[in-house]
T-cell receptor, first 114, second 115 residues
Framework: EPEVTQTPSHQVTQMGQEVILRCVPISNHLYFYWYRQILGQKVEFLVSFYNNEISEKSEIFDDQFSVERPDGSNFTLKIRSTKLEDSAMYFC????????????FGQGTRLTVV | AQSVTQPDIHITVSEGASLELRCNYSYGATPYLFWYVQSPGQGLQLLLKYFSGDTLVQGIKGFEAEFKRSQSSFNLRKPSVHWSDAAEYFCAVEISSGSARQLTFGSGTQLTVLP
């Protein structure tokens, strides 16, 4: 069964450092998303990406965040200068086109900023 | 603004007992509705979805959910809970904003199953 793959599963970084979280969406999907879940809180939408551009972003997704699809398979989330409050589980998701389709989520990357 | 409410933070049931997890939404139009499950250290797995048609939908692992427009609810049910059902359950609403179609999640319900 096709799945969304995220790497690494856990990343520890120092405050102020840049991190890149990587995702390989399901191959025939065209919509890509990043969500985050701070420990003990709800899953929150960060950004959606379609046709090589951001289609929607939340207020959380400020200038410190960026997304990229550098090649035909990877979808990355970059945080330029990490803050303590960026510590969270980050989920990538992808979706096929058309009505009645759902998002498939990866296993997540747990980011710890120290 | 759209929102999803899961009023029960934590539910404990005995194995073999029935289960109902509550979900209420606030959305201007008929929403697309989902239930996801998250086991410890795992990602989000889709249990079931409602887009249109029959308001009682069947999902994986023996779960079902009923959409009630009059109550703005989409409660998840299972007639007999198994120990492996212990996990966190999230209700979500799809917000169709242009092509984005992102999800808004509830705060989750943690399910504990007693032997």
């Amino acid at each position: 069964e096709p799945e969304v793959t995220q790497t690494p599963s856990h990343q520890v970084t120092q405050m102020g450092q840049e991190v890149i979280l990587r995702c390989v969406p399901i191959s025939n999907h065209l919509y890509f998303y990043w969500y985050r879940q701070i420990l003990g809180q709800k899953v929150e939408f960060l950004v959606s990406f379609y046709n090589n551009e951001i289609s929607e972003k939340s207020e959380i997704f400020d200038d410190q965040f960026s997304v990229e699809r550098p090649d035909g398979s990877n979808f990355t989330l970059k945080i330029r200068s990490t803050k303590l409050e960026d510590s969270a589980m980050y989920f990538c998701a992808s979706r096929a086109t058309g009505p009645g389709t759902e998002a498939f989520f990866g296993q997540g990357t747990r980011l710890t900023v120290v | 603004a759209q929102s999803v409410t899961q009023p029960d933070i934590h539910i404990t049931v005995s194995e073999g007992a029935s289960l109902e997890l509550r979900c209420n939404y606030s959305y201007g139009a008929t929403p697309y509705l989902f239930w996801y499950v998250q086991s410890p250290g795992q990602g989000l797995q889709l249990l079931l979805k409602y887009f249109s048609g029959d308001t009682l939908v069947q999902g994986i692992k023996g779960f079902e959910a009923e959409f009630k427009r009059s109550q703005s609810s989409f409660n998840l049910r299972k007639p007999s809970v198994h120990w492996s059902d212990a996990a966190e359950y999230f209700c979500a609403v799809e917000i169709s904003s242009g092509s984005a179609r992102q999800l808004t999640f509830g705060s989750g319900t943690q399910l504990t199953v007693l032997p």
